[in-house]
């Protein structure tokens, strides 16, 4: 299935309702992965998916992989007895795993009398905000929607290791302990997590030439706004490189993993939606 979809802001009524039709197929989805790059929008297609689910009565929640990192403390640590480059956010292995498995769990039982709790990331202060400030969820979802850029994403093969993919892994990964501890982590935690998801979403973008662009224009809008941990454009250079190898494998694997495509171009306009069927990239 492929059909045109162009909207100039946001995603298309249509991309909105095949993502819903994916979650009415049987059997039934509980827990949908919506996957992408970088900037492709991922947060903003989960809200408008929970936006559409509740005006037709849904219980619908959206968790962000983001609000599942370790903080500071743990990835210190993390940098100490494993690898330096640990010590920034972003990559497998610098997710609480085992807190979202407890997360989705305990949605799956909510109460009033047992209400789940759902953890903030406060990116801000990079490290997570005090349980006072989580969510209490009363009653099961019928629908979680999980965005994150490396949702469903599946290890690299050995050889693609050996090689560094860009200046940061030449100089700070020189013998590639970093990438093959992340790769470790996607082959198992991490696998096992996008197991449990029962569709998988993904917006495509065009290329990984558009990420620094799309991430930028965030950066710069943070900027305007004074906020005070907005990245300066070289800064964020170094920043992206701890996610390109990742996210450029992602580019070429999920396309034929995801149960549904939703195609960009290069100003984040949907064009086609693409169901179902593998698909080449």
Known sequence: MARDATTPNGHAAAAIAAVLA????PPRAWLIGISGVQGSGKSTLAAQVAGAARRRGEAVLVLSLDDFY??????RRLAHTVHPLLATRGVPGTHDLAL??????ALRRASPARPARVP????????????????????????????????????????????????????????????????????????????????LVLLQAPSYRVVARWRGEAERALRRR????????????RFLMHYERLSRHALRTLPRRADLRLVLDGRRRLRRIVGGEACPP
Do not use: I, M
């Not at 004074?226 to 250079?237: I, K, T």
């Open 22 to 25: 994916l979650a009415d197929r």
């Open 70 to 75: 370790f903080g500071r403390r743990e990835r």
């Open 100 to 105: 979202l498995l407890r997360t989705l769990a």
């Open 226 to 237: 004074g906020a005070p941990r907005a990245l300066s454009p070289a800064a964020l250079r």
């Open 120 to 199: 903030r990331f406060d990116k801000g202060r990079d490290t997570r905000a005090p349980p006072s400030r989580w969510r209490r969820v009363t009653r099961p979802p019928r629908l979680v929607l999980l965005e994150g850029w490396c949702v469903g994403v599946p290890p690299q093969p050995a050889a693609a290791l050996r090689r560094p993919c860009n200046a940061l892994e030449r100089r700070a990964d020189r013998d590639g302990c970093w990438r093959h501890h992340v790769n470790a982590q996607l082959a198992g935690a991490y696998a096992a997590l996008w197991r449990r998801l029962d569709r």
